[in-house]
């Protein structure tokens, strides 16, 4: 147990916390977005950002958590247009071929942002480039799927709401495949085994965004904390005195 180097899945706890902890200055800021980018950089190149507190993985995923806090509701309208969502359908498609293709030949390290460029062999230079292919990457792939998201209520709309326990709970039979050696099995590695894989993957956690899941397993995910906090001060107290050198609360207003 280690508070400060959080295990696997358990990192965006404290991403959240320290996250959440510049909002005020990023929506202060002029341009935060080329700051967020070039401090994501400069951790993807610099090892000596260690395992405490997840850094690595904090600061390198940092522009997507500014971009979430400076995207509007006409950003989001511009995904709705027709012609995106037809165009996102061949990105889509580009990304998965592309994505198998790179499979055998890259590092999935690269994926988890948790180190740097020359922790897995690469020069620095290398490295600041590829962290930012990989975030123009990811960042158009969310936007493909954003753009493909119905206005209308579905049968898996409810899902959408699930999805913390799809994350969360998925750890546990990925963990388990490793510790039982399920991926070193030779037919997992071949292009049907990985068809195989995706597909149970995705139904997997399908099956955990669902509401007979999410009613097991809320008392770990969203636990009633009401005992942990006071509760508030009733109507009928005494309201607090007004500082007399202070001026009526109207004028302050006005």
């Known amino acids: 147990m280690n508070v400060v180097d959080p295990l ?16 005020p200055l990023v929506r202060a800021m002029r341009w935060p977005m080329p ?37 509007q509701p006409r950003h989001f309208a511009l995904l709705r247009e027709r012609r995106v969502r037809w165009a996102a359908v061949p990105v889509a498609a580009g990304a998965l071929a592309l994505a198998y293709w790179a499979a055998p030949r890259m590092d999935y ?41 119905p206005r209308r209520r579905t049968w898996f709309t409810a899902l959408g709401g699930g999805t913390l326990y799809g994350y969360l709970l998925h750890g546990f ?42 009613r097991l397993f809320r008392f770990a995910v969203e636990p009633r904390l009401d005992w942990l906090f006071r509760t508030a001060p009733a109507d009928g107290g005494a309201s607090p005195q007004r500082d007399p050198v202070s001026p009526p609360e109207h004028k302050v207003r006005a």
Do not use: I
Request: some cysteine; aromatic content about 12%.
């Open 109 to 149: 390290a690269w994926l988890y942002h948790t180190q740097s460029a020359q922790d897995l062999g690469a020069p620095p230079l290398a490295g600041a480039a590829m962290s930012l292919a990989l975030l123009g990457c990811s960042a158009l792939l969310t936007a493909c799927f954003l753009a493909w998201v």
């Open 35 to 71: 700051l967020a980018l070039g401090l994501s950089v400069l951790a993807s190149v610099t090892p000596e950002v260690g395992p405490d507190l997840d850094l690595q993985r904090v600061l390198q995923f940092l522009p997507f958590f500014v971009l979430g806090t400076t995207l």
């Open 173 to 214: 039979p990925a963990k388990g495949s490793v510790y039982r050696g399920w991926y070193e099995q030779p037919w997992v590695g071949s292009p049907a085994g990985m068809v195989a894989v995706t597909a149970f993957a995705a139904l997997l956690v399908t099956v955990l965004c669902t509401a007979p899941v999410r």
């Open 8 to 23: 696997f899945l358990n990192w965006f706890l404290l991403a959240l916390f320290l996250w959440r902890l510049t909002a």
